[in-house]
């Protein structure tokens, strides 16, 4: 590993080097790196005006400065979700102008009070649609580890820029694989948290009937870990807060899942990945319990289809609420728009039922098993331009997307806590990622896996972080 977020707060606390001189080194890095496409929006003056607080503060009261955990961090919020302060959000949509923005949400202000220094917007597709961040209106984000591939979506351009060193963590969101497939595509650790556990409010309305929820794109576990407790809980929402369980470290029954069906097939290698991570927990003590796609095939299928029916009608709500000019959007957007304006009330009633549904049935898998362990993506991330928008064919589209992330959207669905990490390199080397999920309230469980996974060193960062000393 060549650095985390926790290393350059560590650094910018102890004096070897300022808040100003890390905000510096991140937006020299931004305009190296330009060609990745990873930003959207920066705002240099900004991110040196907050850095300069941050390092008066660390003069003026060095005790509290000392206790924000990534105090002088530069960061990136992503192009949908938030809002932050002062940061125009566009959903990667020509819909909406760069001007003006909206007040802090409350998730982030709980940034802002962990210490980070905000200063852009990261690329994503248009309205968080695709499992590739190529918005119309641009820029095309890529994948630090081969510019030939995406960097997934929707919060590529985040993942790229933490991958590429331009900031050691970034703000991302997850409705359908959306934190933890750019995650994998880039060779980082991405967590979908509990629903309810991350705070939505003041505004609930575009949290998609509680299949979204925000965190961050991190270069390792222990970030992951800090950033989950700074900004989880007293979320104050329409879901109660999830009751977090302690760790125990006994003997844990871990459900390994090696097989994603014949429509949908997942390669050798990355299959290889998710049994060799097993093997080394089975090292360790834990149990090993094998389960079969069959027990997981109608619930990734009750899934795609809540997910489609959720995302149609949100996004076909907000054209009509916020009085868009549909036409401008990209084809693909507008067939989605329409997709939900013709839903039958019944049929969107009863894909939630559905998803209602598999919840209940993770549960049942949960009593046997204490966690899963299964693939993330079924190949190498896809070359540039394999998910266009340039069409009106949302069931093609959805096709797609099920193909490269089969399991991507059951945490989403049922609402359970779900973690990516590299375990590995291809030939190609591109990371080799698995995951991880489990019952709800569980992230220290997953969190303590994932570390014990990231021990074994099978994944290196190609890219240091800007600023970090050596």
Sequence with gaps: MRGDATDLAAAIRHGSLSAAEAMQASLEAAV???????????????????????????QSDPERFAALPFAGVP??????GGPFAGLPVTAGSRLFERKGGEADSDLAARFRDAGFCLFGLTTSPEFGLSLASEPAIGPVCRSPLDPARTAGGSSGGAAAAVAAGIVAIAHATDAGGSIR???????????????????????????????ASE??????VRDTALIFD??????RGPFPDPSRVDIDNGRWRIGLLVDTGSVYPTEGDRLAAVEAAAHTLEGDGHEIVPLSWAEFELSVAASGRAFA??????????????????????PLTQAFAARGRT???TSLWNTLNEAVLVSHKLWALFDRVDCILMPMLSSAPLAIGSFPSDHADTDLHLERM????????LANISGFPALTLPFGQDERTMSLPVQLMAPMGHEPHLLSLAARLEAEGRWQHRFPIAGLPS
């Design 309 to 330: 029916d959720i995302v149609s009608v949100n996004l076909a709500a907000l054209i009509e609420v916020a009085a868009l000019d549909e036409s401008r959007a990209e």
């Design 215 to 220: 965190l961050a794109v991190c270069r390792s």
């Design 75 to 80: 960061t990136l919020a992503k192009d949908l």
């Design 230 to 235: 700074r900004l989880s809980g007293k979320s």
């Design 343 to 345: 839903l039958p009330a």
């Design 181 to 211: 497939v750019p995650a994998a595509c880039c060779g980082l650790v991405g967590l979908k948290p509990t629903r309810g556990a991350i705070p939505g409010g003041p505004s609930f309305g575009n949290h998609l009937a509680g299949i």
């Design 402 to 409: 099920t193909a490269f992330a089969p399991l991507a959207c």
């Design 32 to 58: 190296l790196q330009e060609p990745l496409g990873a930003i959207a929006y920066l705002d240099a003056a900004m991110g040196l005006a907050l850095a300069d607080v941050c390092d008066s503060e660390r």
